[in-house]
């Protein structure tokens, strides 16, 4: 069960030697529910302060995504927990999102089917499942340097996350967000299907007993509502900078 950070090779060199000697290398956590637009403002914060993201959520589904494929229940615990000791998973950031390699197979062009988005947020209710991949991620982070974005990184993976943001909008917003990501594959939905999908899963992940979906106690809410991507863009970048003023790492312009 390894996740691994990137190879030496692939990291920024703003990490690996990074402009400010002593600057620290900080824990960023973006928590919030589906469709709020964690990834793109994590991807963004990541690249402007010169640091890894990390996508936990890739995680959940890239584990689905294998018992799926064996045909192993998702509510049946022995054997899933069975499946995740004999498997790995390596996420590889990029300024486009993560690579993920289940057992060394690069399978990111799976993981966003729709059978699997439901399947990981069906896996990521057991205990035991959740245990085991808050212990990867925390691997993942433990040196600092990251932006980690999920449902628990602020509340449980990383409770002293440098900085914390629970980004959210309401639930039709980002429902029509999603259905606006779809491309060709719109055809073949109606907005109002990709809506509902979205509600479900936010009650799943909102209620299950444990690590529910919430805002840490010490988490800055964003609300993107009523907010164009610049505009939280823009407000993310001031939630991290004014948290962690001079000692971060020298921010890079937007291009
Ligand atoms: O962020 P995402 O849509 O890729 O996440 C897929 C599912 O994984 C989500 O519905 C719930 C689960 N998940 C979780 O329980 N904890 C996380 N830190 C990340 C994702």
């Given amino acids: 069960m390894i996740a691994e950070r990137m190879s030496s ?39 402007y302060f010169g640091l890894l993201n990390l996508e936990t959520g890739a995680m959940y589904r890239a584990f689905a ?20 000791a004999q498997t790995t ?17 690069d399978v990111t062009g799976e993981l966003r089917e729709p059978s699997v988005t439901d399947g990981a947020s069906r896996v990521s209710v057991h205990p035991q499942i959740r245990a085991w991949m ?20 602020g509340t449980v993976v990383f ?4 900085v914390k943001i629970f980004l959210d ?15 060709d594959a719109a055809a073949e939905v109606q907005p109002e299907e990709v809506v509902r999908e979205l509600r479900a899963r936010d009650e799943r992940d909102r209620n299950r007993a444990d690590s529910p979906l919430k805002p840490a106690d010490d988490a800055v809410l964003l609300d993107s509502t009523h907010l164009t991507l610049d505009e939280v863009v ?15 790492l020298t921010p890079t312009p937007s291009k």
């Fill in 234 to 248: 823009a407000q993310a970048e001031a939630i991290v900078t004014e948290k962690l003023g001079s000692e971060i």
């Fill in 134 to 153: 808050v212990g990867l991620q925390q691997e993942l982070g433990v040196a600092g340097g990251v932006v980690m974005e999920g449902r628990d990184i």
């Fill in 89 to 105: 998973i390596h996420l590889e950031p990029t300024e486009a999102g993560n690579r993920v390699f289940l057992d060394g197979v």
């Fill in 9 to 47: 090779e692939s990291i920024p060199a703003s990490l690996n030697s990074p402009s400010k000697p002593n600057a620290r290398r900080p824990i960023i956590a973006i928590d919030g529910p589906a469709g709020a637009g964690k990834s793109t403002i994590a991807r963004h914060l990541a690249s």
């Fill in 65 to 84: 995504f294998k018992a799926l494929s064996a045909s192993i229940s998702l509510e049946d615990v022995p054997p899933l927990l069975e499946l995740s």
């Fill in 159 to 162: 409770p002293n996350a440098d």
């Fill in 169 to 183: 909008a309401a639930p039709e917003v980002r429902g029509l967000r999603r259905y606006d990501q779809l491309g």
